[in-house]
Structure formats: structure tokens, C-alpha cells
């Protein structure tokens, strides 16, 4: 790679950065499907991967980060909510 | 009003306050019945009493419908009605049927009705709600036929707006929705199955829709806000309304024989039906907050926030109080459903009706408003019989708590008779709060007849 | 911009972008969709075998490639919100159709992951994991096609010029909805498909 396509690899969109992270993660979450790798640790990171991937759509992609607070607060508490009382069913089930 | 065939509403809107009295009139004495249980027998049996004041609801609340359609369409599309005479025909038609019916059940026993009627040529009586013999339901639908007809007409014929649309839509859902009643399966499981597509399509679907354009409708008119902030409005929570509200039937379909799943779908769709009406209570402070105008038509108004505030809070809360299949499960058919039906029904459709009958009468008895006497004495009635629905609600609430509590749970539970021993206090004091109701219906009748100087025109 | 700048309170927009109704009705949705991951993690923690065995049948890779189709389209809505901005209304339309495109795609793998199930006779009935599987994927599929039908709309709007820079609100009307159908997606597939 000469020293100028690095650089405009580099200068890539952000949001387009943004979307090869989703992808990314989504990639993982299958390979972690694919393992079929279950238990306390690998729900705790698919959950936190689902929450991450949904703060992104919610910051970047709705453009959320550049309105007022309590809007994206809407969306990133209902987030958290959700998430924990998932990890709160599943930390039930496995007990 | 602007119109001149907007005027056909009137008759309408009286033989709506007519039925209205009557039906208040039997469930008074129905309340007593409670108590007292061979009161009036055997001229008025609980269960004639009771499907006269069902009855008279639905028929009342079409005549409201009927007459909020013709006042509101001509406006919306800014043209006279296609047919006035089509109108007046088809309001004596519907009159004269609805009263012979109501004749009919308390004159002879229904049995003999059912035979008279000719009932056994196609059976579609003796179901809750759906009582009306047969030649009724035809009627019903011959004047259905011919409302949407006119109103369709005058729609195309005019300007169209999204509150016409979604009027349509839900005047059209009406009808289809009420064919149902003529479909009388032999298995129980499918007759109740396809008989709440006209009970719950309709007061949980269709009429919703209804609601939501007379309501938008009337805030249009007091408020002066754009018509593109409330139409956006309205698409929101008619669209929201319809997700949740169809396969929302599916909480009717726990314990009747119908497919396991239905508890998850209907508990989760059920749930949400409190949305669309949250969404229309916030909707309609919002644009009273911003208006624009000071309509002289205060009460209007406040009839405007006031089915907002009680459908959210009947249809809203109380729905949901029981509607998820774990807890349906020890309140199905309790005095909790009938709580919830009460502050419903009034909340969402009683009051809307008035609201329109509030804002419109004035205006074809050829004023803005009504003197600011005749709408204090108005707001009297509507705080009595507010008033009186939610003490009505709550009685029946603690009513139904206790009978849950007393004859489905613990060790030893009572039986049902036993049961409504017990709760006997509960049902003299909806009786009292009853009568409060009545006094407040009165109330709000004297204000039509209450002068006073005239508000400005608007 | 830089971070400092999104920071501040002042420079941030009063309202979400897009119509505030859209707003209502996403935060609607999003409440909607709450009640059934909790009702099925809930439902999951009293039959974690049912659950844990049912899984097994679902076929992940197509799970996960509608992830990717769907998170694609989502960053096409967001090329075309980008476009619109400094009056590409050429580009504008065609990231739309390739968003449309992609859910489309997303349809078209459903129904095929649908068909299967249907041949090796699983229905909402099956059992309780099938019935929540089953109502919440008809039910994101009903939206997904109810996100296409806006961006469509809008996309036409787009082609007759009706939206530049200074006026583009319906774009982003549009364009909060398809997301909002992404993110649901997001959480949803690996609830249902993979956590066990």
C-alpha cells in the first residue's frame, strides 16, 4: 500500500468507519454463534456488544450525538433498561 | 357553521342525548337489581335490563358517529352533503328500527322475539351485545350502506384531508367489522372467536380511528394549530393504534379453546394498546397549549381534553390492569371488566360524542358558543358525570379485587354467590355514584336550555 | 467538528432530526419492542431447556447476514442524509434505492429462513420459543416493509427535487424510522438466534 492510500483509507467517512465496526462486531457475534459457546461470560459480552452496536446506530447513524441530551437519553436509557433486564432474566436462568 | 346541510347532524345529536338518557335510566336500575334482585321483576328481568342498556350504548353512540360524520365531512371538504334527504331518510329508518327493537325486548320475552323475527331463518341472535334480531342487523346495515355512501360521495366530490380519510376508514371498518354478526358458527370456540372481530375490532380497532379524527377535528377548530402539526399527529397515532389494537383481539382468545400462543401474542400486543391513547393525551394538551385562538367555546374544550385524559385512563390503564393472560387468568369476567368497560366506554366514546355535540350544537343553533352561563352549567355536567364515572369505576374495582381475591385465590374459596353477598357495599355505593351520574346528565340537558347573552361570534 | 464542539450544549440541536412525530412514534415502537425481548428473556428463564434446544434450530448465518444487509442499509440512509445536505439530490435518490435494495434483500432472506421452517413444520404453535420467535420476526418483518414503504415515498419526493440542504426534514424523517427498524434488529438477532 503505497504512503497516499493509507492515507485516504485512513480519512474514510466517519460514519462509514462507524459501519465497519458494526459489521465487525456482527461478524463476531456469529463466529461466537458458530462456537456455539454459551454461559455467564459470553452473554455478558454478547450483551454489551448489542449495547454497543445500538449506541452507535443511535449516536451516529440517527445523528443523536449532535441533538440535546435528553433525547439520546431517551433512546440510551431505554437501551441500558432493556439490556440489564435481559442480563438480570439470563443471570436467573443460570443460576 | 358553514354549510347548510351540516344541519343534519341536529336530529342526529338529539336522538343520540335521547338514548343516552335511557340507557342511564337501565343501568340505574340494573345497579339496584344488583342489590335488590327481584327489583322490578318480572316486567324487567336483570338480563333485558342489561341488553337494553348495552344496546342502547351502541346505538346511541352510532347515531353520535352518524351525526359527528355529517357535520364534520361537509366542513372538511368544503362542499354540501351529497344528500341531505339520504340522510333524514335513512336517521328515521335507523330510529324507528332502533326503537321497536328496544320495544321488542322489553315488550314480549326474548324467545318469542327471536320467533317473530324470524330468527331461525338465519340465527345470528342471543349473543352478548349482538341481541338485535336479525332484521335489525339488516337494517343496521342498510343504513350503514347508505351513510358511507353519502359521506364517501361528499368526500370525493370535495377537498380531501387526512381527517376525512381516516374518518372513512374507520366508518368503513365499522361496517365490514359488524358483518361478523351474521356469521354464527355452531362451534363455540369459532362463534366467539369471530364475534369479538365486531366487539373488539370494533371498540378496540376501528372506532379508535373514529375517535381520533373527530378529536383532531375539534381541536383543529378550538386550537387554530396548523392542520399539518395535528394531521402528522393523527398518522402516528392511528398507525400505532392498529398495530397494537388487531392482533390485540388476541386477549379475548386465552381461555377459549383457541391455540396456546394467543397468550403471548395477545398479553404483548394488549399491553400496548395504552399507547395510541397515551400518545392522544399528550396530543391533545400539546395543541391546546399552543393554540393559537381563544375559541369562545370553552367547554368544547374541555370536553376535548377530557376524553383524552379518561380513554387514556379507562381504555389505558384499566385495560391493562387485567389484560396480561397470568393476571386475566384470576380476573377474566370479574367486576374489574366491568370497572374497565365503564371509564371505556365513557372516556373514549361518551365523551368524544359529547365533545362534538358541544362544539357543533352551538354553531347550528347559529352561535360560536353558547353564553357563558349555558357552558358553566354545561361544565357542571361534565364534572358530575365524570366525577360519577370514576367513584363508579373505583367501586367496581374494589368490588372486583375482592371478588378475585375471595372467590379464585387462597385455600378456600368462596363461591360466587357467596362472594357477591360480600360485596354487596361495593354495589350500593356505584349505585349512589350512579345517581350522581343521572343528576349530572340532567345537569348537562338544562344547559341547552340555558340562555343568557350570547357569546361573540367567531 | 471536533468533540469539544459536539459537547456543547449550545451548538446542539433542540430536536432529534425529522419530524417530532416520527419521534413519538419511534420511541413507541422501541417501547413495543422492549416489552417482547424482556417478555421472551423472562419467558426463556422459565424454560431454558425448551428454549436452549429450540434455538438450535434457527439458522444463524442467515440471522447474521440480515444483520449485515440490514446495518448496510442503515449506513446507505445515512449516505443519503449526508447527500441531501449539500444538495445532492442525484445521490440523494440513489443511496435511497440502494437502501430499499437492501431491504429487500433483507425480505427475501427472511422469507427463504421462513420457508425452511415452514418444511420441517414449525409453526407459531410449536412451541413457546417458536410462538415468540415467530411473532416477533413477522412482526420486525412488518416493519421493515413498512420502512421501505416511507423510504419509497420519501425517495420519489427526493426525485421530483422536493428536498435540498436548507429543507430536507423528510429525509430525515425516513431515515430515523429505517434505523430505528435496524437497531431493533440488531438486538433481536442475537437474543433470539444466539444467546443461549
Avoid at chain 2, 374507520?170 to 365490514?176: R, S
Avoid at chain 2, 372516556?347 to 359529547?354: D, E, K, Q, R, S
Wanted: aromatic share 16%.
Amino acid at each position: 500500500m503505497t504512503q497516499n492510500t493509507v492515507k485516504t483509507f485512513l480519512y474514510l467517512r466517519p460514519c462509514t468507519w462507524d459501519w465497519l465496526l458494526l459489521m465487525a462486531l456482527t461478524l463476531m457475534i456469529l463466529m461466537v454463534a458458530e462456537t456455539g459457546l454459551g454461559g455467564r461470560y459470553i452473554v455478558g459480552l454478547l450483551i454489551v456488544s448489542m449495547l454497543v452496536k445500538t449506541q452507535i446506530v443511535a449516536d451516529y447513524f440517527m445523528g443523536l450525538k449532535r441533538v440535546r441530551l435528553r433525547w439520546r437519553l431517551i433512546v440510551s436509557g431505554y437501551l441500558l433498561v432493556v439490556m440489564s433486564m435481559i442480563g438480570l432474566a439470563y443471570k436467573l436462568s443460570l443460576s | 357553521m358553514q354549510y347548510q346541510s351540516q344541519a343534519v347532524a341536529k336530529p342526529y345529536f338529539i336522538a343520540a342525548l335521547a338514548m343516552f338518557a335511557g340507557q342511564i335510566i337501565f343501568g340505574l336500575i340494573m345497579g339496584l337489581q344488583y342489590v335488590i334482585g327481584d327489583f322490578l321483576f318480572p316486567e324487567i328481568p336483570f338480563n333485558v335490563a342489561r341488553m337494553v342498556h348495552t344496546n342502547l350504548l351502541i346505538v346511541w353512540l352510532l347515531f353520535g358517529f352518524m351525526g359527528a360524520a355529517y357535520y364534520l365531512v361537509p366542513e372538511e371538504s368544503e362542499t354540501e352533503l351529497f344528500s341531505p334527504k339520504l340522510a333524514m331518510a335513512l336517521f328515521w329508518i335507523f330510529l324507528v328500527a332502533g326503537v321497536l327493537t328496544i320495544v321488542g325486548y322489553l315488550a314480549v320475552p326474548y324467545a318469542t322475539l327471536a320467533k317473530i323475527t324470524g330468527n331461525d331463518i338465519l340465527p345470528t341472535m342471543g349473543r352478548e351485545f349482538l341481541e338485535q334480531p336479525t332484521i335489525t342487523k339488516i337494517g343496521i346495515v342498510i343504513v350503514a350502506l347508505g351513510f358511507l355512501f353519502n359521506i364517501l360521495m361528499t368526500v370525493l366530490k370535495g377537498r380531501k384531508t387526512v381527517i376525512t380519510s381516516v374518518l372513512l376508514i374507520g366508518l368503513g371498518g365499522l361496517a365490514v367489522f359488524f358483518l361478523f354478526s351474521f356469521y354464527n358458527p355452531d362451534n363455540l370456540v369459532l362463534d366467539k372467536y369471530f364475534w369479538w372481530w365486531t366487539v373488539h375490532l370494533w371498540v378496540e380497532g376501528v372506532w379508535e380511528l373514529i375517535l381520533g379524527s373527530i378529536l383532531a377535528f375539534v381541536l383543529i377548530k378550538v386550537t387554530g394549530v396548523d392542520r399539518e402539526v395535528i394531521e402528522k399527529w393523527l398518522y402516528v397515532i392511528i398507525a400505532m393504534t392498529l398495530i397494537t389494537g388487531i392482533i390485540g383481539t388476541g386477549h379475548h382468545y386465552f381461555w377459549i379453546g383457541t391455540p396456546e400462543y394467543w397468550q403471548v401474542l395477545g398479553s404483548i400486543f394488549s399491553a400496548l394498546e395504552p399507547i395510541p391513547f397515551f400518545m392522544m393525551a399528550v396530543f391533545a394538551f400539546n395543541m391546546v397549549n399552543r393554540r393559537r385562538r381563544e375559541h369562545p367555546n370553552k367547554v368544547a374544550t374541555l370536553w376535548a381534553l377530557g376524553t383524552a385524559v379518561m380513554s387514556f385512563l379507562g381504555a389505558g390503564v384499566w385495560g391493562f390492569m387485567h389484560t396480561l393472560a397470568p393476571v386475566n387468568y384470576y380476573t377474566h369476567g370479574t367486576q374489574l371488566t366491568a370497572a374497565h368497560a365503564h371509564m371505556a366506554f365513557y372516556g373514549a366514546y361518551v365523551m368524544i360524542v359529547l365533545c362534538m355535540i358541544s362544539y357543533a350544537m352551538p354553531m347550528m343553533r347559529g352561535r360560536a358558543a353558547n353564553s357563558a352561563k349555558a357552558q358553566v352549567v354545561e361544565m357542571w355536567g361534565f364534572w358530575l358525570m365524570t366525577i360519577s364515572i370514576v367513584l363508579i369505576t373505583l367501586f367496581l374495582t374494589g368490588a372486583g379485587i375482592l371478588q378475585v381475591y375471595m372467590q379464585r385465590m387462597g385455600d378456600a374459596p368462596m363461591s360466587f354467590m357467596v362472594v357477591q353477598d360480600k360485596i354487596t357495599l361495593f354495589y350500593w355505593l356505584r349505585e349512589a355514584a350512579g345517581v350522581v351520574f343521572l343528576i349530572g346528565l340532567i345537569t348537562y340537558f338544562a344547559s341547552f336550555f340555558v340562555g343568557g347573552d350570547e357569546a361573540a361570534s367567531a | 467538528m471536533n468533540d469539544a464542539a459536539i459537547d456543547d450544549v449550545s451548538l446542539k440541536e433542540k430536536y432529534p432530526p425529522g419530524d417530532l412525530a416520527i419521534w413519538v412514534f419511534i420511541y413507541a415502537e422501541f417501547l413495543a419492542f422492549g416489552i417482547f425481548f424482556l417478555a421472551y428473556a423472562f419467558a426463556r428463564s422459565y424454560n431454558v431447556e425448551l428454549f436452549n434446544a429450540s434455538q438450535l434450530h434457527l439458522d444463524k448465518r442467515a440471522g447474521a447476514l440480515n444483520t449485515l444487509i440490514l446495518i448496510t442499509g442503515s449506513y446507505f440512509v445515512v449516505r443519503a442524509v449526508a447527500a441531501i445536505r449539500v444538495n445532492q439530490s442525484r445521490a440523494c435518490v440513489n443511496w435511497l434505492l440502494a437502501a430499499i435494495f437492501s431491504g429487500g434483500l433483507f425480505l427475501i432472506v427472511k422469507i427463504f429462513e421462513f420457508h425452511g421452517e415452514y418444511v420441517q413444520g414449525y409453526s407459531l404453535s410449536s412451541n413457546l420459543f417458536y410462538t415468540f420467535y415467530f411473532s416477533m420476526t413477522v412482526f420486525h418483518f412488518m416493519h421493515v416493509i413498512l420502512g421501505m414503504v416511507i423510504l419509497t415515498a420519501v425517495m420519489f419526493k427526493a426525485r421530483r427535487g422536493g428536498y435540498s440542504a436548507e429543507d430536507h426534514r423528510g429525509v430525515e424523517t425516513g431515515a430515523s424510522y429505517w434505523h430505528m427498524v435496524d437497531m431493533v434488529w440488531i438486538i433481536l438477532f442475537p437474543l433470539v438466534y444466539v444467546i443461549h
